[in-house]
């Protein structure tokens, strides 16, 4: 081929760059994302969605006049300064225990290791009434628990106090399993690295092992936390249910139902709805920034 001829023929068009490949095109070694990702958003609408929205709506139906009075009113305010920060303290409660009961299923053989383990998932199996009334007779004043604390000015059931219990007892599942499966993938190698550079027990469990459980144990105080702002069935029998004392949230909704006040009552649920939406959105974005030091 002569030099004539290669110059008679037009070049090649000069390469495209490189597009940015639509994020919904991506392809994947397991087909299907559209369907999965449809029946996805249809189930969490059906279920998550549509009723919050709903309840929103019935909200919304009072003017805004309304609306202040039944969500701020005095009664109001006590409830929720109960109901959550009897929430918050017993996830707190339970940040401190539930990792040293993980640690000590994780890193120790002792007997009976297997009924402990048990008994840690017993929150999750009996039913929230059930656990309302063990409580209750149980610190009571003539309780067997509350005999001995009564002596001592302390009143556990049928004020705050019984709360913070029934909370702490229904939590403790949730932060223990959350951290559990971190502490079995954590190397014991990392921890003798720091031993042997130097470092004492207290040491490597501040600057090691509480770092790496950080993200979990703040996704078990999340879900402590939200399973406690819920909770009716464990709290009412120990609470005593008085009001501006010891009523939560949660019976403040079932007293405005049972008296036919659905907006009311649609009301005090959109408070509630929206701090624990902003408390698990916070929880998250801290868990996000976490994430960035690992």
């Known amino acids: 081929m002569t030099a004539d001829t290669a110059a008679s023929r037009p070049s090649p068009p000069p390469p495209r760059p490189p597009g940015r490949r639509p994020f919904f095109r991506r392809r994947s070694a397991i087909p299907g994302f559209g369907l999965s990702m449809g029946v996805t958003l249809t189930i969490l609408s059906l279920i998550v969605l549509i009723p919050l929205t709903a309840v929103a709506l019935k909200a919304a139906h009072q003017s805004p006049e309304a609306f202040w009075a039944a969500a701020f009113n005095d009664r109001s305010l006590a409830a929720y300064r109960l109901t959550f920060g009897a929430a918050f303290v017993a996830a707190a409660v ?26 840690v ?9 059930v656990a309302g009334i063990a409580l209750a007779t149980l610190y009571a004043p003539r309780g067997w628990v509350g005999q001995f604390l009564t002596p001592l ?47 004492d027990r207290l040491q490597t469990i501040a600057r090691v092992v509480l770092p790496a459980l950080a993200p979990a144990w703040l996704t078990g105080f999340a879900m402590a936390f939200a399973r406690g702002v819920g909770e009716y069935g464990s709290v009412i029998f ?26 009311r ?30």
């Open 153 to 199: 000015g302390i009143k556990a059931a049928y004020n705050p106090v019984g709360v913070v219990i029934a909370l702490t007892f229904i939590g403790l599942p949730f932060v223990v399993r959350t951290i559990e499966p971190v502490l079995r993938d954590a190397a014991e190698d990392v921890e003798e690295a720091a031993a042997s550079l130097g470092a």
């Open 121 to 129: 998932d017993l929150p999750f199996a009996l039913p929230t009434a």
């Open 265 to 294: 009552a649609a009301t005090i649920a959109v408070v509630m709805l929206a701090v624990s939406f902003t408390m698990l959105l916070v929880i998250n974005a801290i868990q996000a920034w976490s994430r960035r030091f690992d």
């Open 94 to 119: 339970n940040g401190v225990f539930g990792v040293l009961t993980a640690w000590a299923l994780v890193r120790y053989e002792f007997p009976g290791k297997t009924i402990v383990n048990a008994l």
């Open 238 to 263: 120990i609470a005593g249910n008085m009001p501006y004392k010891s009523e939560i949230a949660p019976l403040l909704i079932i007293i405005q139902l049972e008296q036919f006040e659905y907006e």
